[in-house]
């Protein structure tokens, strides 16, 4: 569904300054996939989503969602992406819904935008998404978690094959997150539709397939629940609430891994970049040079 190679994002700030944000990103993301990105602030998170919805064009790299070369769309090209492939929940509310438009009207405008507007379907989203009495509801008399579910019915107006969340439990207490969470997971796993959502919070973290960690606009871990792994002779690690899970380090295309700054800290690298590497019975061991 999504091919992400070597993909680059350089922002220019002004003649002499720029930022890299994305400096040489793996990632490949599977139809029907829900997948969470993590990342401290800065990673390049929010700029990995909007280059795959088409917000923004990466400097280099590849980038292919749905069989579509993000890097070689045509501007028109491009708008239909968006209006027809992709569908997008932000944390702010100002940004996903119009306030002064009824909640069935605000699921109708994409629709509008794409010539095929039908109120039936704008309806039955809204019923998926548990708000089938609030239909007339102005936005204003509705709360911040069901705000967030209209949003969530507008961005599977057009059917997209991916949905794009960023921080959508960000603004919402924890009961309302709950909610979102199941509307997200029940519309994966019944519709097929491929979600990446990029998100802080410990308890959505638990409902996803897979979380990518990135780091310094790269992808640096991931972690595999339990149902997800292949091999059982994985390391297991287990959380608090007793779930297990795999943690896997990231090989990216020039073979090279990151190393969590806490190991290389625990091993006493602190002012070197050098390290020793060796083979001992099928295992790459990273050791501090001067033991
Ligand atoms: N439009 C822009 N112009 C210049 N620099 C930008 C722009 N957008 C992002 N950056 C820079 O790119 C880097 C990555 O930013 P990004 O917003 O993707 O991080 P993030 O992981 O989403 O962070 P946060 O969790 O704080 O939202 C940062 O150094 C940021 O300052």
Known sequence: MIQCENLMKIYKIDEEHEVIALQGLDLQIEKGEMMGIIGSSGSGKSTLLNMLGG??????GKLIVDGKNLLRLSD???????????????????RNLIPYLSAVENVEMPMLLKGSHKRSRAKELLEMVGLGNRLKSKLGSLSGGEQQRVAIAIALANQPSLILADEPTGSVDGKAADMILDVLHHLNRELGVTIVIVTHDPQLKRKMDRIVAIRDGKTSSEILRR????????????DTQGETHVELAVLDSARRIQIPEEYLKAIGITNTNKVHLKMEDEKIIIANPSN
């Not at 917000?55 to 280099?60: C, I, S, V, W, Y």
């Not at 491009?78 to 100002?94: D, H, I, M, R, S």
């Open 76 to 94: 028109r090209e491009l708008v239909k992406y968006k209006l027809e492939t992709v569908g997008f929940v932000w944390q702010n509310n100002a």
């Open 55 to 60: 917000l923004d064009r990466p400097t280099a």
């Open 227 to 238: 149902s997800q792994l292949l091999h059982q002779d994985q390391v297991v690690k287990e």
